[in-house]
């Protein structure tokens, strides 16, 4: 059983920074791409940011020059970097995995941006 432990959400104001991080527990054979996803309320769950094995990344239209996805393989962890934070980043953030041929799912992370 793979298990997703995330934190580093909070409280911020608009232009703060925040990173997020999510380390992977569990018996993991094989680790492929680790990705980032957000809702806000009301609204549905979009993709933010993904990362291959390989450490190719691709970031959504919305956050592109401000958030940065990166992993530490020997750690199973994955990082969002969340600079120039906006109002409308507001959401509940969540990572998701591909790890022994399954999607694993973190609980998510709130993050707030408010002054």
């Known amino acids: 059983q793979v298990q997703l432990v995330e934190s580093g959400g909070g409280l911020v104001q608009p232009g703060g920074s925040l990173r997020l991080s999510c380390a992977l527990s569990?018996?993991?054979?094989?680790?492929?791409?680790m990705n980032w996803f957000r809702q806000a309320p009301g609204k549905q769950r979009d993709w933010v940011a993904t990362?291959?094995?390989?450490?190719?990344?691709a970031l959504a239209d919305s956050v592109k020059g401000r958030f940065t996805i990166s992993r530490d393989n020997a750690e199973n962890t994955v990082f969002l970097q969340m600079n120039s934070l906006k109002p409308e980043d507001t959401a509940v953030y969540y990572c998701?995995?591909?790890?022994?041929?399954?999607?694993?799912w973190g609980q998510g992370t709130q993050v707030t941006v408010s002054s």
């Open positions: 998701r995995v591909t790890a022994n041929g399954y999607f694993y």
């Open positions: 990362i291959t094995s390989e450490g190719a990344t």
């Open positions: 569990g018996s993991i054979v094989s680790l492929k791409s």
